[in-house]
């Protein structure tokens, strides 16, 4: 895998340097399952937010645990591959959990980044953002932008 995908550990590791660099930590999450434009122009936006944008990536186990049975569409390797390779990504780790709480108490990012589709009330991991001294931020939601929309599109067209 590239070299931006790390383990929880070895991140935390490689994130504690950055820091000590003076380097601000930004920290998302999510399924990425296919790759679209709301995705990226979410992640430009977290990006904006500090030095050094980290993704945390939900496992396949997670996705289906979140989405259902039927997803993920692509693997959770090719997926963090993917992410890796957009220019505003620094660093990618998966994780099995259906929040991303244990990894931010792992990681401890300075600024936590969500889309506007969340409010901190129903963020499930503000509490262990706000307990390790971090700060939320809510990015514009690109409306219409989703995996499940793309996938209704492609089944609406080849019916």
């Known amino acids: 895998m590239d070299n931006k995908v790390y383990k929880i550990e070895k991140l935390a590791e490689i994130l504690a340097e950055e820091k000590a660099a003076g380097n601000q930590i930004v920290f998302t999450n999510g399924c990425f399952d296919l790759l679209h434009i709301g995705h990226t122009r979410y992640l430009a936006q977290a990006k904006a937010k500090g030095d050094i944008l980290v993704v945390g990536l ?8 979140l989405k259902g049975d039927k997803r ?3 693997p959770q390797d090719e997926r963090a591959e993917m ?3 957009l220019e505003m990504v620094d660093y990618v780790t998966i994780f099995a ?4 709480k244990n990894v931010i108490a792992e990681l401890e990012p300075d600024i936590y980044v969500k889309g ?3 409010s901190i009330n129903n963020l499930p991991e503000a509490e262990v953002v706000q307990q390790s001294g971090g700060e ?4 514009s939601e690109i409306k219409g932008a989703s995996t499940t929309n793309i996938v209704n599109k492609i089944l609406e067209t080849y019916e």
């Open 83 to 85: 992410l890796s390779n």
């Open 136 to 139: 939320i931020e809510l990015v």
């Open 97 to 100: 959990d259906e929040t991303a």
């Open 72 to 74: 993920p569409l692509i």
């Open 116 to 118: 506007g589709d969340y």
């Open 58 to 65: 939900n496992s396949d186990s997670s996705v289906k645990k």
